[in-house]
């Protein structure tokens, strides 16, 4: 299987791209800011499991990049409320990006209880 497959690195893409998208109507002056940061953090959480993917022969390592990706995706969330505070996005995108980058969280999390299911082994 490649990383590509996993349903996490699927999902995590997706909302990078939205986000990219999204963030293309954000102010000029939130250019190296805002528009950055939350560009950077949603893209960092699919690298982050590609990454992992590639670790799968050391738990530890495996582990340790899908905590990252975990708090990439938690920076991710809250940018996207600072985006909703500053009136850049509606509430109800707010929600539905949020409800997204929680079941990212969620996959990741499953990922983190289930390495064996992912090709780790000596858990």
């Known amino acids: 299987m490649k990383f590509q497959e996993l349903l996490a690195y699927k999902k995590s893409f997706e909302l990078a791209m939205s986000i990219l998208e999204i963030s293309k109507g954000f102010p000029k002056e939130e250019q190296f800011s805002l528009t950055s940061q939350i560009r950077r953090s949603s893209r960092a959480v699919s690298a982050a499991i ?61 990922m983190m209880n289930n390495p064996q299911k992912f090709g780790v082994v000596n858990v």
């Open 50 to 110: 590609s990454e992992a993917y590639g670790k799968r022969k050391y738990p530890k390592h495996f582990q340790s990049k899908l905590t990252d990706a975990d708090s990439e995706n938690l920076e991710t969330q809250t940018w996207i409320e600072f985006a909703q505070a500053c009136e850049y996005i509606t509430k109800e995108l707010e929600i539905e990006l949020k409800e997204k980058s929680e079941e990212v969280g969620r996959l990741l999390n499953y």
